[in-house]
C-alpha cells in the first residue's frame, strides 16, 4: 500500500472526518427523492394503459407496490450499507427488473414503454456509464419473465390519453434528475478537493517526520561510531594516570607525606570511576553502533561462574558478604557470547555488592525453565527498591541512590539489556524494599544445547 493510499484511509477512517459519511446519506437522500418523484410520474405513465384494458388485480397490486412501496425499501438498503454507493446500483438494476416487468404487464404499449426505458436510461448513466448495459439486461429480463405470465400479450398503439399521461415523465424527470445530479457532482468534487488537500497536508507531515527520524538516527549512528572508535584514545591515558597515581601511593618516586598519599588515592579512585564510565560508554556505543557482534561458543554456565565470581570476591569479603552458587548437576549449556555472558554477569554481581549491607547473601544461580529457557539469577539481601522504581533503574545514567553513597555510572543495567537483548533475550527484575533484588537473564530456548 501507497502511502497516500495509507493515508486515504486514515482520513476516511478519522472520526473527526464527519463530512465524507454527511455527504454519503446526502447522496442516499437524494436519490430517495428522486425515486419518490419518478416513479410517481412513471405510475401515471403506467397506469394509463391498464384503465384501457381489463387489467388483472395483481397487475394494479404490482403497480402500486413499485411506486408507493419500492422506493422506501430502496432508501432502507442503501442507507443502512457501509457502501452506499454500491447498494445504490444494485438498487437501479432492481429499478430496471420492475420496468423490464411493467412493460409486459402494459402489453407493450409504445409510448409508455419508452417513457421507462428513458428514465431507467437516464438513472444508469447517472451512477455509472458501465451500469448502463447491465440495466438494459435487466429490462430485458423482466420483459420476457412478465411476457411470460401473461401470454405474451402485444398492443403496440398507444391512445392519446396514455399519450398525455407519459409526457409530464419527458417534461420533468430529466430536468428533475439533472439539477440534482448537477448539484451531487459539485457537492462531491468540494469534497475530493477537501479530502486531497488532508491527504497532502498530512503526507506533507509525514515526510517532514520521516526526514527529521533519519536525520536522527543517522546524527545517533555517527555519535555511537565515533565513540566506539574512540577506545584506545581514551582508555590509554586513564590507565596512565592511574598507574602513576598507583605507583606514587606505592613510594615508587619517594616517601610521601599523608596528604600526598591522600591525593595519589583520590586521582587512583577518580581516574578508576572515569574508566569505568569510560568502558560502559562505549560498550553501549558499540552496541548501538551494531559493531559488538557475537563470537557465539559453547559455555558451561557452572564454570562461568567459577571465573567470574573472584572478580568480585574481594569487595565481598571487605563487606563480608556471603557468595553462594546453585547449579543443577544436569545444567545444558548454552551457546552464546561467553565474553558478553561473563559482563552481565560482573554487572549484575557488582550492582548486587555495591547495594547489599554488611553480612548480607548474595546468590548465583542458573535453571531451565517451563518454556526449555536457561534463566540465570543473581538475587541478594540488599536494600532493594520500589517497583515503580524499576524502570528508572533500566534508564541509562539513572542512579536511585540518591545519598551518593554508591559511586556508579548509571549504565550496568541498561548495558545488561542490551547485552541481553543481543542474544535474544531479556532481562527481568524483582525488587522490594529492604529485602533485596532478584535480576534474572532469560536465554531463549534456541541457545540451549542438548545435554
Given at each position: 500500500m501507497t502511502l497516500t493510499e495509507k493515508l486515504l484511509n486514515q482520513v476516511e477512517e478519522d472520526p473527526q472526518s464527519t463530512s465524507l459519511l454527511e455527504h454519503r446519506q446526502r447522496f442516499v437522500r437524494t436519490v430517495y427523492r428522486i425515486r419518490i418523484v419518478g416513479l410517481l410520474l412513471l405510475g401515471l405513465s403506467l397506469g394509463a394503459p391498464l384503465f384501457d384494458r381489463a387489467t388483472p388485480l395483481?397487475?394494479?397490486?404490482?403497480?402500486?407496490?413499485?411506486?408507493?412501496v419500492w422506493p422506501h425499501v430502496a432508501y432502507l438498503l442503501s442507507r443502512s450499507s457501509p457502501n452506499p454507493a454500491a447498494a445504490e446500483v444494485r438498487n437501479v438494476l432492481i429499478d430496471s427488473l420492475l420496468g423490464g416487468i411493467a412493460m409486459g404487464a402494459i402489453a407493450f404499449n409504445i409510448i409508455p414503454c419508452v417513457v421507462v426505458y428513458l428514465v431507467l436510461?437516464?438513472?444508469?448513466?447517472?451512477?455509472?456509464?458501465?451500469l448502463f448495459g447491465q440495466s438494459v439486461l435487466m429490462v430485458i429480463c423482466g420483459a420476457a419473465g412478465s411476457a411470460v405470465l401473461h401470454g405474451f400479450q402485444f398492443d403496440p398503439h398507444s391512445s392519446l390519453y396514455e399519450i398525455l399521461f407519459s409526457l409530464p415523465v419527458l417534461l420533468i424527470y430529466p430536468i428533475l434528475a439533472g439539477y440534482a445530479s448537477r448539484n451531487a457532482a459539485r457537492r462531491l468534487r468540494r469534497q475530493t478537493d477537501a479530502l486531497s488537500a488532508e491527504v497532502t497536508r498530512r503526507i506533507a507531515a509525514e515526510t517532514t517526520a520521516q526526514r527529521a527520524r533519519v536525520a536522527a538516527e543517522q546524527a545517533n549512528h555517527t555519535k555511537s561510531e565515533f565513540l566506539a572508535g574512540m577506545s584506545h584514545e581514551f582508555r590509554t591515558p586513564l590507565n596512565a594516570i592511574i598507574g602513576f597515581a598507583d605507583a606514587l601511593k606505592a613510594g615508587i618516586a619517594g616517601p610521601l607525606n599523608d596528604k600526598q598519599a591522600g591525593y595519589a588515592d583520590h586521582i587512583s579512585k577518580s581516574g578508576g570511576l572515569l574508566l569505568e564510565l569510560v568502558s560502559d560508554l562505549l560498550d553501549l556505543s558499540k552496541l548501538e553502533a551494531g559493531k559488538n557482534n557475537l563470537t557465539e561458543v559453547a559455555i558451561s554456565l557452572p564454570a562461568l561462574a567459577d571465573e567470574v565470581l573472584p572478580l568480585v570476591q574481594e569487595q565481598a569479603l571487605a563487606q563480608q558478604l556471603t557468595l553462594a552458587t546453585e547449579f543443577p548437576d544436569n545444567l545444558p549449556q548454552l551457546c552464546a557470547d561467553a565474553r558478553l555472558v561473563k559482563q552481565m554477569l560482573i554487572n549484575l554481581l557488582s550492582n548486587a555488592v555495591k547495594f547489599t549491607p554488611d553480612g548480607g547473601r548474595i546468590t548465583l544461580s542458573a535453571r531451565c525453565t517451563g518454556e526449555d529457557e536457561i534463566a540465570m539469577t543473581v538475587e541478594d539481601t540488599g536494600i532493594g527498591m520500589r517497583a515503580e522504581d524499576i524502570p528508572r533503574a533500566m534508564r541509562k545514567f539513572e542512579q536511585l541512590d540518591t545519598d551518593r553513597k554508591n559511586e556508579g555510572t548509571g549504565l550496568g543495567l541498561p548495558l545488561v539489556h542490551e547485552m541481553i537483548t543481543l542474544h535474544g533475550g531479556q532481562l527481568k527484575l524483582q525488587s522490594e524494599p529492604g529485602v533485596g533484588t532478584r535480576a534474572t537473564l532469560y536465554f531463549p530456548a534456541s541457545r540451549v544445547l542438548a545435554a
Open positions: 395483481a397487475d394494479w397490486v404490482f403497480l402500486l407496490a413499485v411506486v408507493f436510461c437516464i438513472n444508469s448513466f447517472g451512477l455509472n456509464t458501465k
